[in-house]
Every structure is written in structure tokens, then in C-alpha cells.
């Protein structure tokens, strides 16, 4: 049963991977669409192809969410109740040690995967509680359950993210708001040529050996989330390859 349709949706960071792929599943069940990006090509074609496929409504607003006043003006921009906000913009930077990472490095993934989130969270879950309806969906990871060498300040943002997820589900509760995570092992998308600044054969070596998860598979289960009866909350899902068992098991083929 399709419960989206004709329901607006925000999704941060949908020039690629999860965010692109949750759009086109959206945009498929008949939501109409926020997309948040830097990238105003990828952004302005996404819009052309779901609107020329589905037939909803899509506008595109190309801005960095580090940026707290362009969160206001993007929010201020919308003219219709956002029943459903997708948190998925996010990135890692370095896998280097705590005594020798780089502050950019740390403060890009503060600013973007924690304040991001929380900048346009405080904008929009205002308006849900003052409709006592909408549903807020965060893009977690495995790194927000547990840590590893190399992660220290992406695992610590992500960490960040499930105790915003629980203590905005606990500040909204006694309303109809609902408040989700989706926690995600391996996924073979950009992520990892972001956290190498570009490096393709580092990238892929992630990968190597084992089947990853795709976009799609994410974005599948943030539809099932999104698509659940009003009174159903789906607090959390935690999702790994077949091939992971945790953060740093990984089985490979020799």
C-alpha cells in the first residue's frame, strides 16, 4: 500500500547516492521533492528526469547545509508543508589518527554532518509540531554504533546522529511526529572517493574482494520506513552487506 503519494519531501544531499536514489524511489511513489545539493547541474537534471518520469514536482536548491542562513532561506522558500525531511547529506574525510588528522577535515564533517542536520531539523520539525504531523529520517551508519581507528571524528559525528535521532524523537513526543535513523555498513557510492579526496584506487579498495550495498538498497528501506502506518515509528535499522558483520569484519575473497 502506497501511503506517499502526494506528499512533499526534503532530501539533503541528492546529487548521488542515497540521496539521488531515495528521490527517484519518492518521486516514484508520487512525492513531490526538495532536493538540497552543492551541485546545481546534477540538481537542475535530477528535476528534469523525475518530473519528465513521475510527474511530481521537483525543485532543486543548490547551497551547503555548513551554511545556517541558507538553511533559513531554503526553508523560508517552501511553500507547502514538508510532510517527510530525509537528513542524508553527510561525508567522512581522512582516515588518519586522532594526533595527526587535519582540522579541516574535522571541521567539514562537524559542520556538515552534525550542524547540517541539526540546522534544517530545528527549522522543520518546528512546523511538524505545530501540525502534530511528519516524519524525520536520518542517514546514520554502522560508525554511529560503534568506533574504529581512523574514524575518530566521522565516528563521533555519527554517534552524534543517533543521539540527535532519540532525543528529537523524545522532544517531540506526545505528538504524531515521527523520528527514524537508517544505519548503513558498506555502501558503494561516492563516500569513499570523498574520504580520499578523490582517490579512485583507494576508494575501490574498500570494496574490494566482497559486494557492498548500492544506494538503492538504502533508499528501498527509507521508504519502508517513511511508508509505515502513522503509528507505526521505526526508531533505527541497522544494514550490512552479507559480507560485514561489523565496522571492521569484513570477509574478503583471496
Not at 524511489?25 to 535530477?46: C, H, I, P
Not at 514538508?82 to 567522512?92: C, E, F, P, Q, T
Not at 511528519?134 to 543521539?163: D, F, L, M, Q, R
Request: hydrophobic share 40%.
Amino acid at each position: 500500500m502506497n501511503r506517499l503519494q502526494g506528499k512533499t519531501a526534503v532530501i539533503t544531499g541528492a546529487t548521488a547516492g542515497i540521496g539521488m536514489s531515495t528521490a527517484i524511489q519518492m518521486a516514484d511513489s508520487g512525492v513531490d521533492l526538495y532536493l538540497t545539493g552543492r551541485r546545481e547541474e546534477k540538481l537542475n537534471q535530477l528535476k528534469e528526469d523525475l518530473e519528465s518520469r513521475y510527474g511530481v514536482s521537483v525543485t532543486p536548491a543548490a547551497f551547503d547545509i555548513q551554511d545556517s542562513d541558507a538553511c533559513v532561506k531554503f526553508v523560508d522558500s517552501i511553500d507547502k508543508p514538508v510532510d517527510i525531511l530525509v537528513n542524508n547529506a553527510g561525508m567522512a574525510k581522512g582516515t588518519d589518527p586522532v594526533y595527526s588528522a587535519s582540522f579541516d577535515d574535522w571541521n567539514t564533517m562537524i559542520d556538515t554532518n552534525i550542524k547540517g542536520l541539526l540546522y534544517l531539523s530545528r527549522l522543520i520539525s518546528a512546523q511538524m509540531k505545530e501540525r502534530n504531523a511528519g516524519h524525520i529520517i536520518n542517514v546514520g551508519s554502522i560508525a554511529g554504533h560503534e568506533s574504529y581507528p581512523g574514524g575518530v571524528v566521522y565516528t563521533a559525528t555519527k554517534h552524534a546522529v543517533k543521539a540527535i535521532t532519540e532525543a528529537t524523537k523524545k522532544d517531540l513526543h506526545g505528538t504524531k511526529v515521527r523520528v527514524s535513523m537508517v544505519s548503513p555498513g558498506l555502501v558503494e557510492t561516492e563516500f569513499s572517493e570523498v574520504r580520499f579526496s578523490g582517490d579512485k584506487e583507494k576508494a575501490g579498495s574498500v570494496y574490494k574482494g566482497m559486494q557492498p550495498l548500492v544506494a538503492q538498497d538504502i533508499a528501498e528501506i527509507i521508504l519502508f520506513i517513511a511508508n509505515r502506518p502513522d503509528h507505526v515509528n521505526i526508531m533505527d535499522t541497522i544494514v550490512f552487506p552479507v559480507d560485514q558483520s561489523s565496522s571492521t569484519m569484513v570477509h574478503r575473497d583471496e
